[in-house]
């Protein structure tokens, strides 16, 4: 039987093909399979006008994008953008633009959002929400961001890089959930997956 602090509904799917959420959440002791979303992420990401109602679109369609597939299961989605000077921040097309994210986000302060979605097969119980996280990062000097971007860890990652891989060498200071900035805010999912099941 599953323990009180890990309540979470059976059986659970996580849409998503990020290696960090499915570290995450298999660490915090949660039981679930992992399906990749077909749907592609949208390229005028940038026009957001809020990271907080676009993450949150986007965990509810990828999770939506699943669901239709598996009957009988709880589908957990989530997308994690940086928000800087009012526009969103995504994962870097490439080197030079993982450059260019980082020189920008260089002697800033960001916040990082998740938006999680839980849906049923028929998308009409869903939970979302989303969480924030305020990230200082400290001045960069140029050979700081070629060296991270020699190692090839920006990959895949919202605004260039991954406190996971960082830590104090970029960040100064964060205000709010440390998982949040790694792609899973588990304080966060702790009390979605229990408002699910209870």
């Known amino acids: 039987m599953t323990s009180e602090s890990r309540l979470q509904p059976e059986p659970l799917i996580l849409a998503s ?8 959440l298999a660490e915090a002791g949660y039981s679930f399979e992992v399906v990749s979303p077909p749907l592609d992420e949208p390229d005028d ?4 006008r809020d990271p907080y109602s676009f993450t949150e679109s986007l965990a ?5 994008s699943v669901a239709r597939e598996f009957r009988s299961a709880t589908v957990l989605g ?3 953008v940086a928000w800087l000077n009012g526009r ?4 870097p097309i490439d080197r030079d633009d993982a450059r260019r994210m980082l020189r920008a986000m260089s002697g ?4 990082v959002v998740t938006g999680v979605a839980l849906v049923d097969e028929r998308c009409d119980r869903r939970i979302i929400a989303h969480d924030r996280t305020t990230v200082v990062v400290r001045k960069l000097k140029d050979e700081e961001i070629e060296d991270y971007l020699d190692t090839d860890q920006w990959r895949g990652k919202a605004g260039g890089y991954g406190i996971q891989d960082v830590g104090d060498d ?24 229990r408002a699910w099941v209870t």
């Open 88 to 91: 969103v921040v995504g994962k």
């Open 60 to 64: 509810f369609f990828k999770a939506c």
């Open 45 to 48: 990401a940038l026009r957001a």
């Open 108 to 111: 800033t302060t960001h916040e």
């Open 78 to 80: 989530a997308d994690t």
């Open 170 to 193: 970029f960040v100064e200071r964060i205000d709010g959930s440390f998982s949040n900035v790694v792609g899973m805010p588990l304080e966060k999912m702790t009390k979605v997956l």
């Open 17 to 24: 093909s990020s290696p960090r959420r499915r570290e995450l």
